[in-house]
Antibody, heavy 120, light 107 residues
Framework: EVQLVESGGGLVQPGGSLRLSCGASGFTFSSYWMSWVRQAPGEGLEWVAN????????YFVDSVKGRFTISRDNAKNSVSLQMNSLRVEDTAVYYC?????????????WGQGTLVTVSS | DIQMTQSPSTLSASVGDRVTITCRASQSISRWLAWYQQKPGKVPNLLIYEASSLESGVPSRFSGSGSGTEFTLTISSLQSDDFATYYC?????????FGQGTKLEIK
């Protein structure tokens, strides 16, 4: 069974940093692009960032460019999102999601999400 | 950037009804369109990809159609479990763009 489990969320002050992690199991992690998708309270879904199987390509939504970085460790079946210079508007549930082979940007498996709250 | 617009934003319907949700793209996206269902407090669930392909395990009362800029999600006979928010999404690029969502409520 495919499982994605996020961790690392919490309360942080504006300007602060947080690192989210996602552990994967039940599939060959190194064969898939992985994404982070977020959802602000009461709002819709927004793709945030993704990373290629070998980590050689990374993409970010414009609103987080220069502040967030994404990385992966295929030996540990994990993907991380380093979030710096956090803003109130970054408050959201952050989901780790798998992109199925041959379907770039589609999300077929999702983690349960981790809540990030940016507030003073 | 391609924008995705769903209509209506809210839809009231009864069990057994046939309902249709529309998603429009700001430019042609061929058939690179997915639909997700999200229940309150739950994780989004992929229903349909490539405009009309049903994801494994999704009931056959769900169907999708369209190409280019206009797409529809149809639920042939609403069940109580179907009351949720539905999102369309353009994909096939490094950045997937979601519609704003359609909340399907019980009438």
């Amino acid at each position: 069974e495919v499982q994605l489990v996020e961790s690392g969320g919490g309360l942080v002050q504006p300007g602060g940093s947080l690192r989210l992690s996602c552990g994967a199991s039940g599939f060959t992690f190194s064969s898939y692009w992985m994404s982070w998708v977020r959802q602000a309270p009461g709002e819709g879904l927004e793709w945030v960032a993704n990373i290629k199987q070998d980590g050689s390509e990374k993409y970010f939504v414009d609103s987080v460019k220069g502040r967030f970085t994404i990385s992966r460790d295929n030996a540990k079946n994990s993907v991380s999102l380093q979030m710096n210079s956090l803003r109130v508007e970054d408050t959201a549930v952050y989901y780790c999601a798998r992109e199925p082979t041959g379907q770039r940007g589609l999300f077929d498996k999702w983690g349960q999400g981790t809540l990030v709250t940016v507030s003073s | 950037d391609i924008q995705m617009t769903q209509s209506p934003s809210t839809l009231s319907a009864s069990v057994g009804d046939r309902v249709t949700i529309t998603c429009r793209a700001s430019q042609s996206i061929s058939r690179w369109l997915a639909w997700y269902q999200q229940k309150p407090g739950k994780v989004p669930n992929l229903l349909i990809y490539e405009a009309s392909s049903l994801e494994s395990g999704v009931p056959s009362r769900f169907s999708g159609s369209g190409s280019g800029t206009e797409f529809t999600l149809t639920i042939s006979s609403l069940q109580s479990d179907d009351f949720a928010t539905y999102y369309c999404q353009h994909y096939n690029s490094h950045a997937g763009t979601f519609g704003q969502g359609t909340k399907l409520e019980i009438k």
